[in-house]
């Protein structure tokens, strides 16, 4: 059929992301029913020819366009060689003959407003060769040149798609479709140039770029770049390919040769089957341990389950986890205990200086447990302030003792499951911390540290401070259960040690399983040596915190600064003295001992109890305004400030009270408490204080400012005063006792009742304190007031 030059008023379909070339076929859809319409008229009036039209936007499907703007002004005239008629579109064979190009849109009259048949298109002159009659020499020249490189071009175009399809075959069958017309395209360099870039997967405006090219050298020269990106993106791709097939094939290699190795051992008899070696291996961890019977039953009955099970089913991992559990436990396994006191006092001593106190505690625990012949219902809680040596004492009494240590820590535990264990049916699922310590320790009975016990929290897991009282009771763990193991284990013959800043915030059932044994402070002993001196300095001025967690930190500065100047050469030998302590550590911290060197009316010195130790802390009251008289009816007030919690402000509310009556005894002449308005006040505002211990300290320093006399200086005190002015016992007698050596005070008064206490402290403490045990505060003014009693 031959195709006409000129065919007015053709129908423009819009296609995306390839156009169609001349000489090439395309399937083609249409979708747009009034396109439809007109492409089914056309072929039955023998009129089947279109105009093919790239669009800009890749994105939009349809086969019509609202404006020319939208698609490129170059596209492709072709024949509809066949249409199918699918009722919702049609599918239509085109083949391209020539490049046309639209020069203006005319107005055409249709039903429906479609764009595309009311254009006017012109053909592109196809690339001929240059006929001239008449040509001087140099236009032969150069023609001559132009032959050479569309020759050359055309050459390395078909080199470069043979060797795309030595790459990959498939571009075979492309290739062959594409020649189908029946003539040699690699002789003509016009369809040559169009079937490469055909060819390709270039990107929409690329191949758009090689068909709007009217310069056949050009469009030659746009072809083969194309090719030549797309045989690089083709040897790429094979590497690739040849680079996993490669894996791919090795793992397999490796996994037949290690199936034929294991038919090899087992034909052999060097190696069972995995199921077989699994059990085999279970049974030797137990060979020379005593396990119980009904853990033995319950073992033998899961190697059973194990054997019925598929090796790659996760229940077989499961079991075979547990199993592994099971069989690490150190059933039957104890190390050999050493209640030697020579051996433990030696290990004490050479760990820890002073704590004269606390190693005793531990020598009558090791002696008791000697002539029981065990250590077992014991626990033993030690609380005091951070750095003091707790967890190292610990560790200390486990190597005196021969045992095995195992640390954990339930500061923030929310969860029940870190010392219970899981259920096996949950993904990950583990033991809880002491069955792990069993298995690490590879004995039954370790020494067992739980560190701070009184920061154990409560989430919505649980409450793992009620899971600690099974673990602790001696008259229930000797059949512990365990979540993740569900047998009953036996503990019995662990040692529990637990650690604690403060009592106060650990639950009272758990507190009750412990007996406590405080670790307090440390006091500066007197020493003449020049190293001894400046650790004094050193704690005086730097740090007087309880532990000796700072001191360590700032004597290792001196350390590094020492190091530094001796590697650095500036200094061969070093000599660090109380002049130049400052240049290793800087500027002291503290400056002054106390507040007050001389306490002046209304000002006495307390002593109070924190969780970092003992301080002492100073009572200050004052008028607030001037007093209205003896006569006067107005009654007096009193002001409270400081940051004191309610505690402490009904402690100052009753002395205030009693301070009254007492003054009253004393001076009944005297209203300046009855009608004057005071103003009480606690220093280091910032600091929230709480607590009754401070009620003498208080009434004190009311008597003190109502009788204008200062009380007997360096003397501090420290007990609860109820409404009538009996002193009542308070804790804390060690750290306050410490805290007022170590502000220089000589004499405290303590509650009667704390006498015990008092006497529990080392000499070292005590040495040069005179110390007064009172029950009523009329025992305390003469003692504070002595000039008024002269």
């Known amino acids: 059929m031959m195709v006409p030059e000129v065919f007015p008023n053709v129908p423009l379909i819009a296609v995306s992301r390839h156009p169609v070339f001349p000489r090439f076929i395309k399937i083609i859809e249409v979708k747009h029913q009034a396109l439809m319409d007109l492409l089914r008229r056309k072929v039955r009036l023998a009129q089947p020819y279109a105009g093919v039209f790239l669009k800009k936007d890749d994105n939009n499907e349809s086969d019509v366009v609202e404006s020319l703007d939208a698609i490129y002004t170059t596209g492709t005239f072709v024949q509809i060689h066949e249409m199918q008629d699918l009722g919702d579109k049609l599918r239509m064979i085109v083949m391209g003959h020539r490049r046309i190009r639209i020069t203006k849109q005319l107005e055409v009259e249709l039903e429906e407003a479609v764009p595309s048949p009311g254009s006017e298109f012109e053909s592109q002159p196809k690339p001929t060769p240059r006929r001239k009659a008449k040509r001087n020499r140099k236009d032969q020249t150069g023609s001559v040149t132009e032959q050479l490189e569309d020759k050359a071009l055309t050459a390395e175009i078909v080199k470069t798609i043979r060797d795309i399809i030595a790459l990959n075959p498939l571009y075979r069958s492309s290739v062959l479709q594409m020649m189908q017309a029946g003539q040699r395209v690699i002789d003509n360099p016009i369809y040559l140039s169009d079937m490469g870039a055909a060819l390709t997967g270039a990107e929409s405006y690329e191949l758009q770029d090689v068909l709007e090219e009217i310069h056949i050298q050009k469009r030659l020269y746009k072809a083969l770049s194309l090719l030549k990106k797309e045989y690089e993106l083709s040897k790429l791709q094979q590497r690739l390919g040849r680079e996993v097939e490669e894996k791919i094939k090795q793992t397999h290699r490796k996994y037949l040769l290690q199936e034929q190795l294991k038919i090899i051992k087992k034909e052999l008899g060097l190696e069972k089957e995995d199921k077989e070696a699994i059990e085999e291996k279970f049974r030797e961890r137990l060979k020379d341990r005593t396990v119980p019977q009904h853990i033995m039953d319950i073992i033998n009955e899961e190697l059973n389950k194990l054997g019925l099970l598929d090796s790659h089913s996760s229940e077989f991992n499961v079991t075979r986890n547990y199993l592994d559990w099971l069989t690490s436990m150190p059933w039957g396994t104890n190390s050999e205990e050493n209640l030697s006191l020579d051996r433990a006092k030696e290990v004490l001593e050479e760990d820890h200086y002073g704590m004269d106190d606390v190693k005793r505690r531990i020598l009558e625990f090791i002696a008791v447990s000697q002539l029981r012949g065990s250590t077992q219902g014991k626990i033993l809680c030690f609380y005091g302030p951070p750095g003091v040596g707790k967890t190292s004492i610990a560790r200390s009494i486990a190597r005196a003792l021969n045992r095995q240590y195992f640390r954990f820590s339930v500061g ?117 040596s020049a190293l001894m001196l400046l650790r004094f300095l050193l704690i005086r001025q730097y740090c007087r915190e309880s532990g000796v967690r700072n001191l360590q930190k700032q004597v290792e500065k001196v350390f590094r600064k020492v190091a530094f100047s001796i590697v650095s050469g500036d200094q061969t030998t070093v000599t660090v003295t109380p002049d130049n302590l400052q240049d290793y550590v800087g500027k002291p911290i503290f400056t002054v001992d106390r507040m007050y060197n001389v306490t002046p009316p209304g000002v006495v010195m307390g002593l109070a109890w924190t969780a970092l130790g003992g301080s002492t802390l100073f009572i200050e009251t004052s008028l607030r305004r001037p007093s209205a008289g003896a006569d006067s009816k107005g009654e007096g007030s009193l002001e409270v400030t400081g940051q004191l919690g309610d505690i402490m402000k009904e402690s100052a509310k009753i002395a205030s009270t009693f301070a009254r009556v007492f003054l009253m005894t004393q001076e009944p002449e005297n209203y300046f408490l009855v009608n004057s308005h005071l103003h009480l006040h606690v220093p280091e505002g910032a600091t929230p204080k709480d607590g009754p211990s401070a009620g003498c300290t208080i009434v004190t320093a009311l008597l003190s400012l109502a009788t204008n006399q200062p009380v007997r200086q360096d003397i501090a005190m420290t007990g609860e005063v109820s409404l009538t002015g009996k002193i009542l016992p308070v804790g804390g007698i060690k750290e306050k006792t410490i805290a007022a050596r170590r502000a220089g005070v000589d004499c405290i008064i303590l509650p009667a009742e704390n006498r015990k206490d008092f006497s529990d402290l080392s000499d070292y403490i005590t040495e040069g304190l005179e110390v007064h045990f009172v029950d009523h505060y009329s025992q305390i003014y003469p003692i504070v007031f002595p000039h008024e009693q002269s």
């Open 412 to 528: 923030g535990m929310t969860d029940v499951a870190e010392i219970k264990g899981h259920r096996r049916t949950y993904v990950g699922a583990m033991p809880g911390k002491i069955i792990q310590c069993l298995k690490k320790t590879k004995t039954e009975n370790p020494l067992v540290l739980i560190d701070e016990v009184d920061k154990i929290g409560r989430g919505y897991q649980g409450d793992p401070s009620s899971a600690l009282l099974e673990l602790l009771d001696p008259e229930q763990n000797a059949n512990f259960l365990d979540h993740y193991l569900d047998v009953p284990v036996d503990l019995s013959k662990v040692l529990f040690i637990c650690t604690a800043n403060v009592i106060d915030t650990i639950p009272e059932p758990l507190r009750d399983r412990m007996e406590m044994i405080n670790v307090s402070g440390y006091v500066t002993p007197t020493s003449a």
